[in-house]
């Protein structure tokens, strides 16, 4: 079993930045993907950016050059920078860990809100 445990959200100017973190802990197993997930109010979640156990990192055309997803793998803790906000950005945030060879996993946090006010 893998915990995860998202925190930084909150309320933010549009222009502004956040940075999000999501600590893991228990059976974690490398390699692996990590990534950031968003969900807005009557809209599916979507993917907003991923990096493996080994740093290569994808984004989602909606955030890429404002977002910068980042891992710690020593503290078992992923981040992602906000920078330049918009009030569409606004949605819960969900931490993932994902595995996909032998033995697959897959684990989410509980999310983190974040508000852009424009």
């Known amino acids: 079993q893998v915990q995860l445990v998202e925190s930084g959200g909150g309320l933010v100017q549009a222009g502004g930045s956040l940075t999000l973190s999501c600590a893991a802990s228990?059976?974690?197993?490398?390699?692996?993907?990590m990534g950031w997930y968003r969900q807005a109010p009557g809209k599916q979640r979507e993917p907003i950016a991923t990096i493996t156990s080994s740093g290569s990192t994808n984004y989602a055309a909606s955030v890429k050059g404002r977002f910068t997803i980042s891992r710690d793998n020593t503290k078992n803790t992923m981040y992602l920078r906000m920078n330049s906000l918009k009030p569409e950005d606004t949605a819960v945030y969900y931490c993932?860990?994902?595995?996909?060879?032998?033995?697959?996993?897959?684990?989410w946090g509980q999310g983190t809100q974040v508000t852009v006010s424009s």
């Open positions: 228990g059976s974690i197993l490398r390699p692996n993907t």
């Open positions: 993932n860990i994902r595995r996909v060879i032998t033995p697959p996993s897959d684990y």
